[in-house]
Nanobody, 121 residues
């Protein structure tokens, strides 16, 4: 079973940038699609981005396109989420999780504990 742990959250001003990391331990990481999802107060959980096991395929929510970049380093067993030009709507708890059946789908397992991101002046 894959274990995931997020880091890198914090407070950032509107228009600023933040880079989140998702470190993995456990079974073969390179086969696993990994997604970043966020939970904002009063809103439904949203899948922000996902990357395939080999890193060649990525997908983004409309709210993240052009501002966020997901990437991975399978040697370091880490997935990253670079967030630029952030807005208060990006505030929430960000989780990384493993895509079910090794795919970027709507179903995710083995969630990390989450990292808080707050965008505020």
């Amino acid at each position: 079973q894959l274990q995931l742990a997020e880091s890198g959250g914090g407070l950032v001003q509107p228009g600023g940038s933040l880079k989140l990391s998702c470190a993995a331990s456990g079974h073969a990481f390179a086969n696993s699609a990994i997604g970043w999802l966020r939970q904002a107060p009063g809103k439904e959980r949203e899948r922000v981005a996902c990357v395939s096991g080999g890193g060649l395929y990525t997908e983004y929510a409309d709210s993240a396109k052009g501002r966020f970049t997901i990437s991975r380093d399978n040697v370091e067993r880490t997935v990253y989420l670079q967030m630029d030009n952030m807005t208060p709507d990006d505030t929430g708890v960000y989780y990384c999780a493993e895509g079910r059946y090794n795919l970027c789908t709507d179903a995710y397992d083995n969630w990390g504990q989450g990292t808080q991101v707050t965008v505020s002046s």
